[in-house]
C-alpha cells in the first residue's frame, strides 16, 4: 500500500516538475524578449563612463583646492605693506600716463605749429633782406655783369634738434644764377655786410 503512494507522490511531483519546466522555458522566453543582455550592455557601459566623470571630477577638484590655495596665497601678499593700496596706486599711474600722453601730444603739435611759424617768420625776413640787398646793390655796384645779389637758404632734412639752415650768396643776371662764392672779389661782399650790421 505505501508502495503504491509513494508511487503516485512520485507521478504527482514529476507532473509539478514538469509544469516548472514549462514555465521556466515560458520566462526564459519572457526574459529573452525583454533584451535583458542588451540592457546589461548598457548598463556595464554607463557605469564605466559614470567611473571616467567620476574620476575628472576628483581631478577637477584637486585643481580648484590648488587655484583656492593660491587664491589664498595672493590674498595674503596683497595684506603686505609693499602691495597695499595697489589698486589706488594702479589707477593714479594710469592717471599719469594717459595724462602724460596727452602732454606730449599737445607738445608735438605746438612745435609742429611753432615749427611752420618759424620757417614763415624766416621766409619773410630773408625777403626783408633780400630787398634791403637789392637796393644796397643798385646804390654801390654799378656794373653790368650782375643785376642784383640774394641770399637763399635751405634746411638740412634731419631730427628736429640737429635741424640748420644752410645759407648762399647767389647772383643774377637776367633768368640765371650762380653762386658768388668763388666767382667775385671781397669788394663785392661790402654792401651785404652793411645789410647784415643793418
Known amino acids: 500500500m505505501k508502495t503504491i503512494q509513494d508511487n503516485i507522490d512520485v507521478l504527482k511531483l514529476d507532473k509539478q516538475l514538469s509544469k516548472l519546466r514549462d514555465e521556466i ?32 571630477l576628483e581631478r577637477y577638484n584637486g585643481r580648484l583646492q590648488g587655484f583656492s590655495d593660491q587664491k589664498r596665497s595672493l590674498k595674503r601678499k596683497l595684506a603686505e605693506p609693499e602691495y597695499k593700496g595697489v589698486d589706488e596706486r594702479y589707477r593714479m599711474k594710469m592717471i599719469e ?45 654799378k656794373g653790368e655783369d650782375i643785376t ?19 645759407y648762399r650768396i647767389v647772383m643774377s643776371k637776367g633768368n640765371s644764377q650762380m653762386d658768388m662764392r668763388g666767382r667775385c672779389s671781397a669788394v663785392s661782399y661790402q654792401p651785404l655786410f652793411i645789410c647784415f650790421y643793418l
Open 148 to 166: 642784383d645779389i640774394q641770399i637763399q637758404s635751405g634746411q638740412d632734412t634731419g631730427s628736429r634738434a640737429n635741424r640748420s639752415y644752410n
Open 97 to 141: 600716463h594717459e595724462t602724460t600722453t596727452i602732454v606730449v601730444t599737445d607738445l608735438d603739435k605746438y612745435y609742429d605749429a611753432l615749427d611752420k611759424a618759424l620757417l614763415r617768420f624766416h621766409a619773410l625776413k630773408i625777403s626783408d633782406i633780400n630787398k634791403i640787398i637789392k637796393e644796397l646793390w643798385a646804390l654801390t655796384y
Open 25 to 56: 522555458k515560458d520566462k526564459q522566453a519572457e526574459y529573452d524578449k525583454m533584451g535583458i543582455n542588451e540592457q546589461r550592455e548598457i548598463h556595464q557601459s554607463s557605469a564605466s563612463t559614470i567611473r571616467q566623470h567620476q574620476a575628472k
